[in-house]
């Protein structure tokens, strides 16, 4: 009994309660919560939200861990969290502005405008505390990371915590969950969704999304002017960024050929194209006519394969550079980075983990493969070195002051902010230099949700006593609509904008929304209402940004109500 009394409650003969007390609270916390988070009603489920409320649970019946030792874990493991975030979005970051994105990302700044909007304007109607609406706000939007940078932001101008902020953060998050999807239902009646017309233009990539996606076809040449013209010529003329994968030739109707810059064109050839939807009928008016044509009786002769860049002296190094078409006859028709096809164009640079789509013989793409590494058990090693100096330079980053005109405190972006940049930044710029920022997914989820795990579960402990005093009441009801509203009317008002305003496919137009959110159950609600990859690209581009948003707008808030 002894024993049992000491793991539970510690003992007084050890700091923080001993060292076995402390594991063994943090450790089951989190298992309990994991557990839980299996649960699903509908295909939804709270997920890693339960670890908060077992720590909760465990706080409120006083299973806790020392004052000093807990905030040392929350910070550590939210610091896990943030940095592992940002080197996996860091090199889609700055590319997500670019072309169709950037609308996107506008919306999101307006959809995040208005939720902050709405917490001043809540400030200001009523006598509640700006620290429980800035808690209300991160858990209404979903974004642990940004209550994280509260809670830092109000220790350092304060010295002390704030308990509102993570209860009012744990009231409102299971709805802001949900309220997404009910906003998302709400959307397809009030725009007068036709489910099969939007399928259509999903599956055709049009929109926003039409520069950051990857279709394929089969066109026949019937233009005469380009009659005699290499390939190399055509793309001159067309000046656009597209790939001819494979060709069969005016007359023969037996063999496939691997196509170079230096293959000439005929009438009445075949091609396979690669390209961005946006550029469809561009090269189909360019080239000839669309024909439907069965390429796998071909694949005997040339064969299609993934080949994953695991050495690391391809890291950085452009397609043209490698020059695969002229050493080892192959034509890259497409490049996967973190889930997105992009166009295999030839200035296109190359990351540890990309998988090339390569059409070659056997024997030259057993060669390509020796080239390129193809060998998940280089990936498979942990590349810690980026890991721990970029979280020791965010940490410097971190404690910058920033002065911001209004603000008589400066702004700092604290551990949530600080890493998160710098591990942007690493994972952008570092190929460019041929620094080697890649692990693993797996291994970057493995450090993710160790991270958030240990954070939430250290929140929810640090939040015990004071949640159920509030819950139980007409206050906690009050905070629990107020985090409903700040979650549903955003996610309406900008799905009216982007669909009126922007012209946004509905189901990219979710996968936006929820990435806006930071919400994956939501993103996999839009999974599951469509065929196409269109929630899921959408996510891809805003997630980033609306990360980096939600950040560093708590930060502005706490400093600019309680400086």
Known sequence: MELLRNLFFGSTAYWGGGVSHS????SLVITLGLLLGRIKVKKVSLELMWVLIIGVVFGYFSLNLNVELLHFLREFGLV??????????????????????????????????ISILMVVGIYYASDMPITALIGI????????????AAQQAYFGLKGVEAPDIATGYALAYPLGVIGVIFAFILLRYILRIKPTDEERAAERGLGQLEQLTVRSFTLEVTNQRINGMTVKQLKDIAKRHFIISRIITSGQSEHNEVVNGQTVLHTNDRLLIVVAPVDIDAITALIGQRIDFDWSPYEKELKSRRIIVTRPDINGQTIE????????NATVTRVNRNGVDLVAHPHLRLQ???????????????????????????????????????????????????????IPTPVRLGLAGGPFIVAILIGYFGPRYHMVTYNTISANMMLREMGITIFLACVGLGAGADFFHTLLNEQGLIWIAYGLAITMLPILIGGIVGRYCFHINYYTLMGVLAGGN???????????VTTSDMPAVGYATVYPFAMFLRIITVQILVMAFLS
Not at 23 to 26: G, H, R
Not at 81 to 95: A, D, E, K, W
Request: hydrophobic share 50%; with cysteine; net charge positive.
């Open 518 to 528: 930071t919400n994956p159950p939501a993103l996999a609600y839009a999974n599951n």
């Open 352 to 406: 540890l983990g990309d998988r090339l789509t390569v059409v070659a013989s056997e024997l030259s793409l057993s060669k390509i493969e020796k080239m390129l590494g193809n060998s998940m058990k280089r990936l498979n090693y942990p590349n810690l070195i980026p890991i721990f100096l970029g979280i020791a330079l965010g940490c410097i980053v971190a404690n910058i002051p920033i002065v911001i005109p209004g």
């Open 23 to 26: 594991i063994f609270i943090l």
């Open 80 to 113: 896990l969290f943030v940095y592992s975030i940002g080197l996996q979005v860091g090199p889609g970051f700055f590319s997500s502005f670019k072309k169709g994105g950037l609308e996107l990302n506008m919306l999101i700044l307006m959809t995040c405008a």
């Open 321 to 328: 550079r490698l020059n695969l078409s002229g050493n080892f």
């Open 137 to 148: 706000l991160t858990g209404a939007v979903t974004n642990t990371p940004s209550m994280g």
